[in-house]
């Protein structure tokens, strides 16, 4: 077989199955309660996708879309906010600078 | 404030804070859609097992069509992606895994494990289902079949596992309690004496 | 296209990634390899169409399964079930490309 690591090819961050890098990763196999956070976040998602504000595909695409280093950095649903985020304002469902304003107001 | 590098609990705040005055959202619907999630948990995977184990039929229907099985059963499917079940026999055993992000069968198991999100179980999974398997301190004989699942795309999988010696004659109830989310996914298998 | 099991398949060996932005549900592991139809599981809109607000495509979803050691050099002689469009499958044996 000529390719026989998956090194070379141009695979997406996300893309993990089988990927070198991770193969001697620990499973951290612990329960791990969810945040207040974590599940507002979970059924924001929900309530957006219930209302067609956003699909989990582009939820999806949005989180794909994180750099790499910051993918590995983020909590699972600290990528979701993030892909949320984005998903509203690219559909104009929310304006950037308003939410830019709302973060500023709410810094002080 | 770069929106990118806001800190995820102030976005998550100044988003819905907006979206609510914009009357896109509210708190209460928020708050229910909280508590369906919440309602959703391994004991409705391990109910679905237990009757699949205790009654033939179910279990038939089960494989055959793992939607209209779990509605049957009164699980809430409506709007969710289709779930398919996997046997696992005396000659193969399932393991399920989500490379690309962490698809779950969350009607019947609620919210995804933190491992099963986690780089090192879905890089490995794929590659080394037997080394993953033995963190939870599984070892499948050489002659059965792993399969492992990887879900990718718009199926939801859970795994059915085999009935553990030792059980016969148990009420459904009791073999229920037996049953975990991770040997719905395949990574451990119930025992009669947990 | 419509497959019936144990037809032999081989999945395309494309990267659209490396042209741009993409949502791509075929996992890089399997891409240039042979396996084997499983079941037709159902037809469903692309993700990939519904992630970037385009009119979704159609497509008959396989299960397609794969021996492990014809993925991954390194693996024991298990096998691996993965979920694969239609558009991500080609006849098996063809050339190439």
Known sequence: MADSDVQDRPRAHHDMGGVPRFLCEEI?????????????????????????????????????EIPEEEYLRLSYYQKWIRSITATLIRRGVIDEADLRARLDGAAS | MNVR????????????????????????????????TESASPKQGARIVARAWTDPGFRERLLADGTAAVEEAGVFMRGLPPLGVLENTSEVHNVVVCTLCSCYPRAVLGYPPFWFKSPGYRARTVRDPRGVL????????????????????????????????????????????????????????????? | MNLGPGTAVR????????????????????????????????????PGDIAFERKPAMRSLYHVAFRLPDLFPDATGDELLV??????????GRAQA
């Open chain 1, 28 to 64: 951290d196999i612990e329960p791990h309660e969810l945040t207040p956070f974590d599940r507002q976040v979970d059924a924001l998602r929900q309530v957006l996708a219930a209302k067609g504000l956003m699909t989990v595909d582009e939820l999806r695409r949005g989180i794909e």
């Open chain 2, 5 to 36: 590098e806001a800190e995820s609990g102030r976005l998550l705040a100044a988003l819905t804070s907006l979206l609510s005055e914009r009357g896109l959202i509210s708190d209460d619907e928020l708050a229910a859609r909280m508590a369906i």
């Open chain 2, 134 to 194: 033995a963190e939870w301190g599984t070892a499948i004989p050489e002659d059965v079949r792993i399969r492992v699942v990887d879900s990718t795309a718009d199926y939801r999988w859970m795994v059915l596992p085999m009935r553990p010696a030792g059980t016969e004659g148990w009420s459904a109830e009791a073999l229920a309690d037996l049953v975990r989310d991770s040997d719905m996914i395949g990574v451990t298998q119930p025992k009669a004496s947990l």
């Open chain 3, 11 to 46: 999945i395309k060996d494309a990267w659209p990634e490396a042209d741009g932005p993409v949502h791509v549900r075929t996992p890089h592991y399997v891409r240039g390899r042979s396996g084997t139809v499983v079941r037709h599981l159902g037809d469903f809109p692309d």
């Open chain 3, 83 to 92: 979920e694969i469009y239609d558009h991500w499958i080609e006849a098996a």
